[in-house]
Each structure stands twice: as structure tokens, then as C-alpha cells.
């Protein structure tokens, strides 16, 4: 006598082979998400810590003030000058290293000294942000 149609065992295995691709289908999209939110927050950062450097160079410049970028052991970016202070906060996760912990902008908006300001993402990789004295230039390096 022939059967026709599935045993319960057959469908069994075949339900098994199915979820297990679903786990590494699911595993790898995590990863993935991971991955690309440590890479938009690290553009994410790069971009702000340039952004507050450039705002505080110019802020300088215009209102004739001295003025300071100080990176604090609590991962922030701080821009200060008189009465107006500009605050940026690095991703959780990410550790931010750099010596000195202070940078002085003089009236005309330039940096006296070069330096690198170094940060670490979720993944440890360690990105680099250099300013330079005579151009005024500062560059995110890979």
C-alpha cells in the first residue's frame, strides 16, 4: 500500500533544518546591525568633534576671544569661551584618549600647537582626528 502526503517524523526533521538556518540567518543580522551602527557612530563622532573644533576656531576668530577645547576623562568634547560652552558627549562605549587634555585657540581663531585626538570605538579600533598649526586644518584619519 502506498502512502500519500508527509509522515510526522519527515516534517519534524525538515521544520528542524529550517529553524536552524532561521538561528544563523538571524545571528548574522545582528551582527550586521552591530557593525553598521559602530560605523555611523563613529562617523557620527568624528564629524561632531571636527565640527566643535571648527565652530570653536571660528566663535574665536569672530568675537576676538581666547578660547579652549578640553577632552575630559568622562569621553566629552568641551568647547569654552566667556559665557558660551558647547558640549559633546562620545557614543557609549567609545573611550576617548588624547594628550594634552587641552587645546588653546587664540584670538584669531588658529591652534598654537599641533596635536591628535585619538578614540576608540565598540570594536577597539582606534580613529584618529589630527589638527594641524600653520594650516589651521583638521583631518580625520582611518
Known amino acids: 500500500m502506498k502512502s500519500k502526503g508527509f509522515s510526522l517524523i519527515e516534517i519534524?526533521?525538515?521544520?528542524?533544518i529550517a529553524l536552524i538556518f532561521l538561528?544563523?540567518?538571524?545571528?548574522?543580522?545582528?551582527e550586521l546591525n552591530n557593525r553598521l551602527a559602530n560605523t555611523m557612530d563613529v562617523e557620527l563622532c568624528s564629524?561632531?568633534?571636527?565640527?566643535?573644533?571648527?565652530?570653536?576656531?571660528n566663535y574665536?576668530?569672530?568675537n576676538k576671544y581666547f578660547g579652549t577645547i578640553r577632552l575630559s576623562d568622562t569621553n566629552?568634547?568641551?568647547f569654552g569661551c566667556n559665557d558660551k560652552t558647547i558640549k559633546y558627549k562620545l557614543p557609549s562605549k567609545f573611550k576617548l584618549y588624547t594628550y594634552p587634555k587641552e587645546i588653546i585657540i587664540n584670538q584669531e581663531g588658529?591652534?598654537?600647537?599641533?596635536c591628535?585626538?585619538?578614540y576608540y570605538d565598540r570594536k577597539n579600533k582606534r580613529h584618529c582626528i589630527t589638527i594641524r598649526v600653520a594650516t589651521n586644518y583638521v583631518k580625520v584619519k582611518e
Open 47 to 57: 564629524n561632531e568633534i571636527v565640527s566643535i573644533i571648527d565652530g570653536g576656531k
Open 76 to 78: 566629552e568634547v568641551i
Open 12 to 16: 519534524l526533521i525538515v521544520i528542524n
Open 110 to 114: 588658529e591652534i598654537g600647537s599641533a
Open 60 to 62: 574665536c576668530r569672530v
Open 23 to 30: 538561528s544563523f540567518t538571524i545571528l548574522s543580522f545582528v
Open 116 to 118: 591628535s585626538i585619538y
